[in-house]
């Protein structure tokens, strides 16, 4: 058992270890991009549902180099940006196959055809996956701000922004769907290492679609890179392997592994994620078949395989990745756990009771009112207010309101239920799409103690508060821009719930 555990760990470290430095080179582009490409660009060039954005966004991922894992946070940045959901799905599946960094490492250690027929099956099938999404499917994008208006911030402040869109909105939209990728591939890869699964590398089946089929669903389960998918291809190569089949490792290899699976699933939906799957299973097939059917000879490679896709790189900045992105998980789940249980969190459809306490004269006696009121699991005071000597608690787990009344009574604090008519108020944020926005927003008003958020509707967009005194309009605006989240106030006639 022990051992087992052993093994689960080092799996799961060098999981983390094989993409960190690739993940960060991911948030690094995608800052660049929010800083440099303003979304009425992106909406201009992939915005629009058709041929030319789908075309576009291949076109660009072709080059990039980027892999399954670091083209995840830069595709997040362009769905929110305005590029349509065919252009992104169509960026997703043609940039981690493969990237001017691959390609010259698969001129020095591939046979030619196999160098030059890469890129080509990497664009058609990028095209190929955003043709199909256009032509089946209907948009999910509904997240996008038409707000037209240039910026007039500073550089400086431009950049602390995408600093803080990475850190606060891109990272924790992708924590849970990363962070489950990686303990499903470190299980897999320990039920490997156990000898729990066949050992595919020796499997022949005497079927060559079937044999193409393996290799795809060995490289599921494990991170690989398109630079490092390259020499352990030309080393199944120089082992025997049918080049044809290294070239379906190298196809779908880069582009398929539980992670990019999981994200793509939370992205869109799950039938988008069958057709990203779909492309890639049945195109890298069909170009392993037409390369060992009509390319001729492929059996010469080079044997440069001591230029590790590892070596290239220094093992310090590639572990100092890794516990980067350790530290980054730990600290998203331990702030996600301290809010959660944080009494201070702003409340979202709780239950309130206000009381009328006469004998309340100064802050010692909202001192000994909260230490009663504090001894009831769950129950906090929401709201105070001494000149009228009033009080608000509420729970999210349901009141007691007789258990309430006699703690007060205990302490020489006899109170009585009150009716107070709460003050409502009723915001559009235009960039809230999903849970995390409304967490970020939640942890930015958590301060304001008399305030809660009634109804959340992530389809209209529409917040309503309520508190049982005025609420500042201008403060809860100020703070929602602070966080990089624009807001209209609305009337009663705007709203629909």
């Known amino acids: 058992m022990m051992n087992t555990i052993i093994i689960?760990?080092?799996?799961?470290?060098?999981?983390?270890?094989?993409?960190?430095?690739?993940?960060?080179?991911?948030?690094?582009?995608?800052?660049?991009?929010r800083l440099f490409i303003k979304p009425n660009t992106i909406q201009?060039?992939?915005?629009?549902?058709?041929?030319?954005?789908?075309?576009?966004?291949?076109?660009?991922?072709?080059?990039?180099?980027?892999?399954?894992?670091?083209?995840?946070?830069?595709?997040?940045?362009?769905?929110?940006?305005?590029?349509?959901?065919?252009?992104?799905?169509?960026?997703?599946?043609?940039?981690?196959?493969?990237?001017?960094?691959?390609?010259?490492?698969?001129?020095?250690?591939?046979?030619?055809?196999?160098?030059?027929?890469?890129?080509?099956?990497?664009?058609?099938?990028?095209?190929l996956s955003g043709f199909l999404q256009i032509l089946f499917f209907k948009d999910d994008t509904k997240s996008i701000s038409q707000n037209s208006e240039e910026s007039t911030a500073s550089f400086k402040d431009n950049l602390k922004e995408c600093v803080?869109?990475?850190?606060?909105?891109?990272?924790?939209?992708?924590?849970?769907?990363?962070?489950?990728?990686?303990?499903?591939?470190?299980?897999?890869l320990t039920g490997i290492e156990l000898k729990l699964f066949p050992d595919i590398g020796t499997i022949s089946t005497g079927s060559m679609i079937l044999d193409m089929v393996i290799v795809i669903l060995m490289g599921i389960p494990v991170y690989v890179c398109a630079t490092g998918s390259t020499p352990i291809a030309a080393a199944f190569i120089m082992a025997g392997m049918k080049p044809e089949l290294a070239f379906v490792f190298l196809i779908a290899g880069p582009a398929t592994n539980i992670t990019t699976i999981s994200t793509v699933t939370s992205l869109f939906k799950v039938k988008t994620m069958f057709l990203y799957l779909g492309v890639i299973f049945t195109g890298s097939i069909v170009a392993g078949w037409v390369m060992g059917e009509f390319w001729g000879d492929m059996s010469l490679v080079n044997s440069h395989l001591a230029h590790n896709h590892e070596e290239m790189s220094s093992q310090w900045i590639i572990i100092s990745a890794t516990w980067l992105m350790i530290g980054a998980f730990g600290a998203h789940y331990f702030f996600s756990l301290k809010y959660k249980f944080s009494k201070k969190k702003i409340a979202v459809n709780e239950n309130e009771l206000n009381l009328k306490i006469d004998k309340i004269t100064c802050e010692n006696c909202v001192k000994k009112i909260d230490g009663a009121i504090s001894s009831i699991p769950d129950l906090v005071i929401s709201n105070v207010d001494i000149k009228a000597k009033t009080i608000q608690v509420s729970s999210s787990q349901g009141l007691d309101q007789e258990m309430i009344l006699s703690k007060l009574n205990d302490i020489g604090f006899p109170a009585e239920i009150i009716q107070v008519e709460n003050h409502h108020l009723n915001i559009k944020v235009e960039d809230m799409v999903c849970q995390n926005c409304v967490k970020k927003?939640?942890?930015?008003?958590?301060?304001?103690?008399?305030?809660?958020?009634?109804?959340?509707?992530?389809?209209?967009?529409?917040?309503?508060?309520?508190?049982?005194?005025?609420?500042?309009?201008?403060?809860?605006?100020?703070?929602?821009?602070?966080?990089?989240?624009?807001?209209?106030?609305?009337?009663?006639?705007?709203?629909?719930?």
């Open 8 to 33: 689960f760990g080092q799996k799961l470290f060098l999981t983390l270890e094989s993409f960190s430095v690739y993940l960060l080179l991911g948030f690094f582009l995608s800052a660049l991009l």
């Open 44 to 127: 201009k060039l992939m915005g629009k549902r058709n041929a030319m954005s789908v075309v576009t966004a291949s076109l660009i991922g072709v080059p990039m180099p980027l892999c399954s894992c670091s083209v995840i946070p830069v595709g997040v940045s362009l769905r929110k940006s305005g590029a349509s959901d065919g252009a992104t799905l169509s960026f997703l599946t043609s940039t981690p196959v493969t990237g001017v960094d691959s390609i010259a490492m698969s001129m020095a250690m591939l046979p030619p055809p196999l160098v030059i027929a890469r890129p080509i099956v990497a664009l058609i099938l990028g095209l």
């Open 164 to 188: 803080n869109y990475v850190i606060f909105d891109l990272f924790p939209s992708l924590a849970n769907t990363l962070f489950i990728g990686v303990i499903l591939a470190a299980i897999l």
């Open 441 to 497: 927003i939640e942890g930015a008003l958590a301060g304001l103690s008399d305030l809660s958020m009634k109804n959340v509707d992530l389809e209209t967009k529409i917040i309503e508060f309520e508190s049982a005194n005025k609420i500042d309009e201008s403060l809860i605006v100020s703070k929602l821009k602070e966080i990089g989240f624009s807001s209209e106030i609305l009337g009663d006639s705007d709203c629909c719930h």
